[in-house]
């Protein structure tokens, strides 16, 4: 039977760009890439929790206004690796170096601009945005945005770095950073929260903390250990036009998908904010374990990325559509042995996060939501983007993406959670309503053949 099964996967993933145990070993590189990621982020979400339930509660209110500002320079690094996977593909090292410095400082100067505009208008975004908040929630906000706004900073230079080597196929290198600023981060997190009892401002000082040392590290990675491709400082402030074209024309796509995304997601927050306190703290436990299930599917789209990168680059096409259905079919399976795998250990998994009595049914109710769907039509929502914007064809997966958002969480979630008063699993069934839309546009876009027509 495993010998049927390996036969099947090396016929469906073999290529002339990439073979079945070499996507294998990425694959699971990823995954214990994307393990550290979001089990880190839990244990960190659970420490946060343990100091009371207005602490996590303003983690969640600010988050998404944290991820508006972060977004700006996530989306350049996202789009200075399509264009490092797509030299990479042409064998161009020349285009890799300009490619890889550009990003990091575009993303650097970005986020220096945004860490001074949130220092300053803290105060004014979250009492405008959150006027019914209690008091105490609103402190907790404000000083947990300015200590996360100063974070962006190390942050953008890692993340670019990050980026860059995954793009590259050395998932490896990838992996290492990610453990090193993680486990610093969970370091930091149980000194500052469970030891100093900084609460609040432990979380957030712990970002800064990692963050610092994760991007000090990465840039000794690049430039003096895994440098096969002879990055040296000077390259870290070049900017060859030609490639900064390329990186801004698909990272301001993105940049505009994400902010109109986390914009629908503030909005979210914002009509969830007249919830109770153990409403928005049930839905922020429900978030930190979901990011459990995107461990393999997280890992896929991140392969789907390099991979189609690189085949787009070397101008195989045709391969570009390939792998993404093979992917795409892939990830169903993954997410339902994620499913069946991580259901069982829910009891254990929340009494890391020691929920009140009220908000654990609201966390079961939210989980199966997401269980049910999630292996049904996630795969087709995230993995096939991918293979669009390697494509270029960054727009119309852009478009698709807000309209879901606006139709299913915001505007159908709207009505179950607050009109017909069903609480915070409205706003989960809004989510897969959300998801279900993607899958369907862009399953039908990937069929055609006009997102393989964008060759700048």
Same mark, same amino acid.
């Given at each position: 039977?495993?010998?049927?099964?390996?036969?099947?996967?090396?016929?469906?993933?073999n290529s002339e760009y990439f073979t079945y145990p070499q996507l294998r070993g990425m694959?699971?590189?990823?995954?214990?890439?994307?393990?550290?990621?979001?089990?880190?982020?839990?244990?960190?979400?659970? !420490?946060?929790?343990?100091?009371?339930?207005?602490?996590?509660?303003?983690?969640?209110?600010?988050?998404?206004? &944290?991820?508006?500002?972060?977004?700006?320079?996530?989306?350049?690094?996202?789009?200075?690796?399509?264009?490092?996977?797509?030299?990479?593909?042409?064998?161009?090292?020349?285009?890799?170096?300009?490619?890889?410095?550009?990003?990091?400082?575009?993303?650097?100067?970005?986020?220096?601009?945004?860490?001074?505009?949130?220092?300053?208008?803290?105060?004014?975004?979250?009492?405008?945005?959150?006027?019914?908040?209690? $008091?105490?929630?609103?402190?907790?906000?404000?000083?947990?945005?300015?200590?996360?706004?100063?974070?962006?900073? $190390?942050?953008?230079?890692?993340?670019?770095?990050? &980026?860059?080597?995954?793009?590259?196929?050395?998932?490896?290198?990838?992996?290492?950073?990610?453990?090193?600023? &993680?486990?610093?981060?969970?370091?930091?997190?149980?000194?500052?929260? &469970?030891?100093?009892? !900084?609460?609040?401002?432990?979380?957030?000082?712990?970002?800064?903390?990692?963050?610092?040392?994760?991007?000090?590290?990465?840039?000794?990675?690049?430039?003096?250990?895994?440098?096969?491709?002879?990055?040296?400082?000077?390259?870290?402030?070049?900017?060859?036009?030609?490639?900064?074209?390329?990186?801004?024309?698909?990272?301001?796509?993105?940049?505009?998908?994400?902010?109109?995304?986390?914009?629908?997601?503030?909005?979210?927050?914002?009509?969830?904010?007249?919830?109770?306190?153990?409403?928005?703290?049930?839905?922020?436990?429900?978030?930190?374990?979901? !990011?459990?299930?995107?461990?393999?599917?997280?890992?896929?789209?991140?392969?789907?990325?390099?991979?189609?990168?690189?085949?787009?680059?070397?101008?195989?096409?045709?391969?570009?559509?390939?792998?993404?259905?093979?992917?795409?079919?892939?990830?169903?399976?993954?997410?339902?042995?994620?499913?069946?795998?991580?259901?069982?250990?829910?009891?254990?998994?929340?009494?890391?996060?020691?929920?009140?009595?009220?908000?654990?049914?609201?966390?079961?109710?939210?989980?199966?939501?997401?269980?049910?769907?999630?292996?049904?039509?996630?795969?087709?929502?995230?993995?096939?983007?991918?293979?669009?914007?390697?494509?270029?064809?960054?727009?119309?997966?852009?478009?698709?993406?807000?309209?879901?958002?606006?139709?299913?969480?915001?505007?159908?979630?709207?009505?179950?959670?607050?009109?017909?008063?069903?609480?915070? $699993?409205?706003?989960?069934?809004?989510?897969?309503?959300?998801?279900?839309?993607?899958?369907?546009?862009?399953?039908?876009?990937?069929?055609?053949?006009?997102?393989?027509?964008?060759?700048?």
């Amino acid at each position: 039977m495993i010998r049927k099964m390996n036969a099947w996967l090396e016929d469906a993933f073999n290529s002339e760009y990439f073979t079945y145990p070499q996507l294998r070993g990425m694959f699971f590189t990823l995954v214990v890439d994307q393990f550290f990621i979001i089990f880190i982020n839990m244990l960190s979400t659970a !420490m946060v929790s343990s100091t009371g339930e207005a602490a996590i509660a303003a983690a969640n209110m600010v988050g998404s206004i &944290n991820s508006i500002a972060a977004l700006v320079f996530n989306s350049f690094a996202i789009g200075g690796s399509i264009v490092v996977a797509r030299a990479k593909g042409h064998g161009d090292d020349h285009g890799i170096r300009n490619a890889i410095g550009g990003t990091i400082a575009l993303c650097v100067s970005t986020a220096l601009v945004l860490c001074g505009g949130l220092l300053v208008f803290a105060n004014l975004l979250v009492n405008s945005l959150y006027p019914a908040a209690e $008091p105490l929630l609103v402190e907790y906000s404000i000083r947990y945005m300015r200590l996360i706004a100063i974070s962006f900073i $190390p942050y953008a230079l890692f993340n670019a770095v990050f &980026n860059a080597f995954r793009s590259l196929g050395d998932t490896r290198s990838s992996l290492f950073l990610t453990i090193v600023i &993680n486990v610093v981060h969970l370091v930091c997190s149980f000194v500052f929260i &469970n030891i100093m009892k !900084m609460g609040i401002d432990g979380a957030g000082c712990s970002y800064i903390v990692a963050r610092v040392i994760g991007a000090s590290l990465a840039l000794v990675w690049l430039l003096f250990v895994h440098n096969e491709h002879h990055m040296r400082p000077r390259h870290l402030l070049h900017f060859s036009k030609r490639i900064t074209r390329q990186v801004i024309s698909l990272g301001v796509p993105i940049a505009s998908e994400s902010a109109l995304f986390q914009g629908g997601m503030l909005l979210v927050q914002i009509y969830l904010a007249q919830l109770t306190t153990t409403d928005l703290a049930a839905h922020g436990v429900a978030n930190s374990i979901l !990011m459990l299930y995107g461990v393999t599917a997280n890992a896929l789209t991140a392969l789907a990325s390099t991979v189609c990168g690189q085949c787009f680059g070397a101008g195989a096409y045709a391969m570009v559509r390939r792998y993404n259905q093979k992917m795409v079919a892939a990830g169903r399976v993954i997410l339902l042995v994620t499913c069946v795998i991580i259901v069982p250990l829910l009891p254990l998994l929340l009494k890391m996060y020691n929920p009140s009595a009220q908000a654990t049914p609201i966390i079961y109710t939210c989980l199966m939501i997401a269980t049910i769907g999630k292996p049904i039509i996630w795969s087709d929502s995230y993995v096939t983007p991918m293979a669009l914007r390697a494509a270029g064809d960054v727009m119309f997966s852009t478009v698709v993406s807000v309209a879901s958002l606006f139709i299913g969480r915001i505007a159908i979630g709207y009505v179950l959670t607050i009109v017909l008063g069903m609480g915070v $699993p409205g706003v989960w069934l809004g989510m897969m309503v959300e998801w279900l839309i993607r899958a369907v546009l862009l399953r039908l876009r990937v069929k055609g053949d006009k997102w393989l027509s964008h060759h700048a």
